[in-house]
């Protein structure tokens, strides 16, 4: 007997050992491709820089995958290995790995909610982001940055940031939000400054900015806006002062403490307008549509006074003395929230006292 014919029956039972192997790997390899890889929803995030194998062994601590190896094979196998997009994802349950591979290179991040209030200053509404997932500037060097990054000419960046709630994914900049913020503000703006009505005292956009800010910091109800922006605009048609509180509280900055005394509204500041004629130099809050549709567009009337009502709304009125009278009734047994506006000079002082009987 040759030796090929007494090796010929090991040879075969060789073959039919190793396809079996084969057999029983590429099944368990298909199993293991198809069966749901976690019980519950995971997030997981993908840093610059990680390689394919760093995520493998990621996926296997948060329980995600077993097999890494398995895991990078057929991340080679398919060519995906070079693939996977920078970001944080969720994987849901009931996920498979060629599920997981495809929905890592997919880009579809989750996407993070941030809202810049209206109302509010830019540093209330940075305060209110640190505890996001974006990367936040150091407030030392915010406004340098903010500045340099839009190429601004104005004093400050104060209102210049379309109050609206923002999607962004980890890792993004505070810088990229306000970017856009910025100009989502300007195209609203150029929109409804094309739309104003005429003979407004604004001789630029920046201006009527300036105004809704105000109009935005003094009332929170939509349907007042118009009416006091028509008491606003009256006033600087007729050359009197705006005098209106939260341009001072904007302009005593940290010195603020809930309440505005007779020196208060005698300080020199650029934003007092008990003493300035005309509007604040900047804004003094963020500001939405809203206000500024109603700084362009202030409903008509007489008024030139208001006073509030204690309940988030005021009470307009066209003379000193019928204001004068709603000061009176409105500031009895007041609630603690509540705070009057504009007085002409001769009644100053005693709104003054009012405010600080309290």
């Not at 890592?104 to 540093?123: F, M, P, Y």
């Not at 002082?349 to 405010?355: E, G, L, P």
């Amino acid at each position: 007997m040759s030796m090929v014919k007494r090796f010929f029956p090991l040879f075969i039972v060789f073959f039919v050992v190793v396809l079996l192997l084969a057999a029983a790997a590429g099944g368990y390899f298909h199993h293991w491709l198809n069966r749901p890889l976690v019980i519950d929803d995971q997030v997981v995030v993908i840093d610059r820089g990680q390689t394919f194998t760093s995520i493998a062994g990621e996926l296997v601590e948060q329980g995600i995958i077993s097999h890494p190896q398995l895991f990078r094979f057929y991340g080679r196998l398919t060519g995906m290995d070079t693939e996977l997009r920078v970001g944080e994802y969720l994987i849901p349950a009931g996920m498979t790995v060629p599920d997981l591979v495809e929905h890592l290179s997919s880009g579809s991040v989750i996407q993070h909610i941030i809202t810049l209030i209206e109302g509010r200053t830019l540093a209330d509404n940075l305060q209110n982001w640190s505890n996001s997932r974006l990367k936040i500037t150091d407030q030392q060097y915010l406004t340098a940055e903010v500045k340099d990054l839009l190429q601004l000419e104005v004093s400050s960046p104060e209102g210049l940031f379309f109050s609206d709630t923002y999607y962004y994914a980890a890792g993004a900049a505070d810088l990229d939000i306000l970017r856009r913020a910025h100009i989502r503000l300007m195209d609203v703006l150029s929109e409804e400054w094309q739309s104003r009505k005429p003979g407004l005292p604004y001789k630029t956009p920046y201006e009527a900015l300036v105004m809704a800010s105000v109009i935005e910091r003094e009332t929170g109800i939509p349907a007042e806006r118009p009416i006091i922006a028509g008491v606003f605009v009256r006033r600087l048609q007729q050359g009197m002062k705006l005098q209106s509180d939260p341009t001072v509280i904007y302009g005593m900055g940290d010195s603020y403490d809930g309440r505005i005394r007779s020196s208060d509204l005698k300080a020199d500041t650029p934003y007092n307008t008990y003493r300035i004629k005309g509007l604040p130099p900047t804004p003094i809050a963020s500001v939405g549509r809203e206000a500024i549709h109603a700084a362009l567009n202030p409903a008509e009337g007489s008024a030139l006074y208001f006073v509030a009502v204690g309940d988030g709304t005021h009470v307009f009125n066209s003379t000193l003395a019928g204001h004068n009278r709603d000061v009176r009734k409105y500031q009895l047994n007041r609630r603690k929230d509540y705070r009057s506006t504009l007085t002409e000079p001769d009644a100053q002082d005693a709104a003054v006292a009012n405010r600080e009987q309290e």
